[in-house]
């Protein structure tokens, strides 16, 4: 009958992730045998799953999945013959990085070395296996040497409904198992410069207008550090860390319009920088958030309402200027805020994927800088004209959001350069593989080599 | 020429998705010819499709698609003969649950037991084949008894650029045909808790505070009903289920520890309350955001404008602590929301199907107590003194923000009583495997069994 | 040994597409040869790749990948001996739409007539094939004419990780081709909707505020454009956009029940309309966010605070029935914003995936509706006794809200009429196939024809 051509697959290893796996090998249609230390005292396992020695079920099946920790790979040893030939399925993980030499499927491999090692499934949680994949992390890893013996658990796990993404030879299985143990390396930079900026700023505003406040007016406003402060260095952090994300891309057209040529890699550290936009961008985001917030709960906090009281009595003339600054730089705030959620939108993974290549580059180029410069306006309009007042340099130092404004108003004058019709056509005659081959000549380099 | 190597394919019925089904497939390169019971009346279909009998069209393929409702199968019967050894895809839904004793997919088969019935496709509709899947839901369900068969379907759909997840045999094919008609069964039970926390905490204000105005004072402040009251009751419930959300975890915790194993399951209601954290702290960011808006609106309101107008008259100190404290409890507010917006959005699926396990378990659990902690703090500095006050308990009850302080409050203690170290190691042995076996000494019985 | 058994592509080009997708294909496990012009001058390629003349490389593998721009196509008619019978990926795109007559990948197909091309890739960009697919682009489009081949790049295509459409036929190859250079096409409509009922209302209101004041009463009050005139634009244009989306499928329901059935098309405006409520949706959500900022920004205007100091002065009587109106308005308007987002969010493609057919319609219908109900009473009620108050008329115009409210009020008692029983109930017969078929009497046809 039909059920004698099911495949059977053996696991060693009874714990919690080779009975999640056991159990959904089986709803798929597997047959499954356990191969256990104790067969007979190993704790409940899935109905329909049978279990024995170690050597018997290895004899049993092509495809061995091993849910063994590494420190219990010793006894595979003894079952070295019935592994002979046999695809061997590694789904180890560590606790730590670096706890050994080398990559518990390679140690594996070396174990046995007649058995063909495939480093696979150590991205999936016995939770996610028993509670279906639809919430759960369905991307798995493979690697291995041998085509064959991936090409069977590249089967197994698209039955299971998993995504499979090969990533070669056994050799990659150390950056495979050191995936689960990383802690958001992408984001470590971007969140070293936002600590940094904030700190920076925070004691910078501390000092010109607490201590300031304490030092030459004698007055103790330090209950303004919860709100006032954390309102101005929020929006300060934000502003330049959106000017960082687009300072990479200016300064590598430069560099591409200097060299004349695509071709030559850019330096490391731009490279890595441009990698970490998304999150210099995201993080940004984050801030202009809190600003957000910061800004529209100023009417109900205590202060302003006592500063309402009692600012009645002087009667003042209503300025039609004063009423045009404060609503376009609110206006423009506004509106550079929304298109700044909308870059944030654009970015989660399920938005960036539907869009095509052109409307990507689009949203996160044109209205990127549009945002940018919306934000720089916003700024500027701010600060109006106590730009040139002296009263506004309190003990020589500017306020915070004229240094702020120094690295988004470059980024916006290059970018203007680039956008410049002469520039913009030999930067795009670079893009497409043309190349400025010094005085023997003007070359054309095709993309056809 | 290679036109006659295509695969054909049989379709039975000529409704909305038997048309739209084979016009994928026939964009997808197969050929199609429909079974009909009129032939030649059935109205449009797909160019380059064939139609004629049920009997003749199903003796030319070896895979037949039957895009017929339940209540039709009848004919059936009589294209037995020509049904023997093939496939038979059933695709059908029913308009409720537990319409039918059994499933419709076994029923089919009861009907041809001489043909391999597969149930797939009844996820997918008419609307989403026509209009390409890059929008649509492109997840397939597939069970059946024989593996061949399954095989040659899970090829279909993956042709078809569905993702397949097989759900075993043909006995599952109930569950898959209820997937349909499921209406957020796992938001039910938090549904419940927002919808009985919202009920108890409006009356209970409304008792404390309108209706005690109402006899005590005979003033009537039933207007508050509508944002001063919601402001109220919308915090409230959302601080409670926040923590509603991290308490199964503590209460796990303490289980194992207690029976010094992780190898027995937990209770029922544990369980099913472990399942909806997820939709419990999404309702509490829905409450905290309604928080949010409402109170940021309160300067816009008659009343307090009203107040304002009327206030002036009375000279006020300025009360440093009342700055500090007011200062104090907004920020925390902010970042403690802010966090919650940001524990939402990893919360979306194609967030969190991006992270690693390691992520993930970070951020809802190290940022998800952060929340909680700044949340609950926010909520103790809103009341401050007035915990000592007793003109704060009107009617002998206390106000609502300190009944909603416990259920936190609890939360927070047993949390670091967790993280202590000793307790934090011995919960850490135990969550590797580690089992305490009683008197007869400590045994370790590791992962391998 | 099993580095032999590996199989082995060719690459003709060694651009930057060439390279990265070369890269990975060694990554991946296949052996990769190069065919180029210059062989020994054509720059660096990843290691483990040989490079080597056009035909050398196309004799030694059964699959040529053509990373070269069209233009350069005719050195491929030297090689066409070689080429006979291989499979032939083509992976251009264009630099614009419409530039030649045909497809790249039919131009190709017509230079070698003897092999298969198969078009796919293209949505592939260099970047994404050497940063991972995790954050990429992943839907790979492909078409061909020849099933054999078209497998074969398929399977290709799956162990790069990529996710594959099959999209028929090579004269479905422009489709591919243009898709990575379409610019958001089903947002275009919507977007001039938007566009255009935004500048209606902000001459309109601009007329009938700033220049009637400036006629009228010989006041300046142009400083309102930028947020009272933003702050009356914004919700009008988001609430007729609101309704706007659920117009179509109104009209569609009785289109369906005069025409007496859901077999013949709408017609095509209808149909387009459709297609692009989804957009319209999401454009009016961002009208709303705006909206929201714009409100909760107002106490903290010049103006208002301004206002607020001067009005002190006159003594008011508190109203209690505007308070009720006012909180109320705000009550129903924060509740309908809060719904809004829940549609938003559920827009998202990875939510909208996650749901059941049934919950999906249940969001977007049910709750949909009940938003559209919720904006169009917060905006009856913002005009409260206003509607009947002739000094309303200035210049004998009605305000911009009351011009909003015409759709949606249609909308929603059209809405109303359509869950009437008897209407609710010939709807659902015709929507499950039944038809009216005239005075020869009911005829009734089944899914099954």
């Known amino acids: 009958s039909d059920l004698h051509k099911r495949e059977l697959l053996c696991i060693f290893g009874t714990g919690d992730l080779g009975r999640s796996l056991g159990q959904r090998l089986l709803q798929t249609g597997y047959r499954v045998v356990y191969g256990s230390r104790r067969p007979h005292s190993c704790g409940p396992l899935p109905p329909g799953a049978q279990v024995m020695s170690h050597t018997e079920a290895a004899q049993l099946a092509a495809v061995v999945i091993v849910c063994v920790h590494r420190e219990h790979y010793d006894f595979m040893e003894e079952v070295a013959p019935q592994l002979k030939g046999k695809v061997l399925v590694d789904v180890s993980n560590n606790s730590k990085k670096g706890l050994y030499p080398e990559s518990n499927a390679e140690f594996l491999q070396s174990l046995i070395p007649a058995a063909s090692v495939v480093k696979a499934f150590n991205t999936v949680s016995a939770w996610s296996l028993q509670n279906g994949p639809s919430d759960a992390h369905r991307q798995v890893f493979l690697c291995g040497d041998k085509a064959e013996a991936k090409q069977a658990v590249r089967e197994l796990a698209t039955r299971l409904g998993l995504s499979v993404l090969d990533r070669g030879s056994l050799s990659a299985a150390r950056e495979v198992e050191d995936f689960p143990l990383q802690l958001f390396p992408e984001w470590r930079l971007p969140l070293c410069i936002a600590t940094g900026l904030t700190a920076f700023f925070f004691f910078y505003l501390l000092i010109r207008d607490v201590i300031y406040a304490y030092v030459e007016q004698d007055k103790d406003i330090s209950f303004r550090i919860m709100v006032s402060l954390a309102n101005k260095v929020f929006p300060i952090v934000s502003l330049i860390m959106l000017s960082l994300c687009y300072l990479p891309g200016v300064m590598a057209a430069i560099l591409q319009l200097y060299r004349g040529t695509k071709y030559r890699r850019f330096p490391d550290w731009l490279d890595h920088w441009m990698l970490c936009r998304k999150q ?65 939108i654009t970015s989660l993974p399920s938005v960036s994927n539907a869009l095509s290549w052109r409307e990507f580059s689009f949203v996160q180029s044109k209205l990127g800088h549009l945002t940018l410069l919306l934000c720089t306006l916003h700024t500027y309009l701010y600060g109006w004209n106590k730009f040139l007042r002296p009263s506004t340099y309190k003990w020589c130092t500017p306020p915070g959001y004229m240094l702020c404004l120094v690295v988004p108003s470059v980024v916006l004058v290059l970018k203007l350069l680039m956008v410049l019709p002469c520039v913009d056509r030999s930067l795009g005659r670079i893009r497409q593989g043309w190349e400025r081959t010094g005085p023997e000549g003007e070359g054309t380099k095709p993309l056809m080599a």
């Not at 917030?293 to 600012?311: A, D, Q, S």
């Not at 506004?334 to 909308?342: D, K, R, S």
């Open 280 to 344: 210099l961008g995201l993080l940004a985001l984050g801030f202009a958030f809190l600003h957000v917030l910061y800004t529209l709960l100023i009417p109900i906090r205590y202060y302003v309402r006592y500063k309402v009281t009692i600012r009645e009595n002087k009667t003042a003339v209503f300025d039609t200027t004063s009423a045009w600054r404060t609503d376009s730089y609110f206006s423009v705030g506004i509106l550079g805020f929304a298109l700044y959620v909308l870059l944030g």
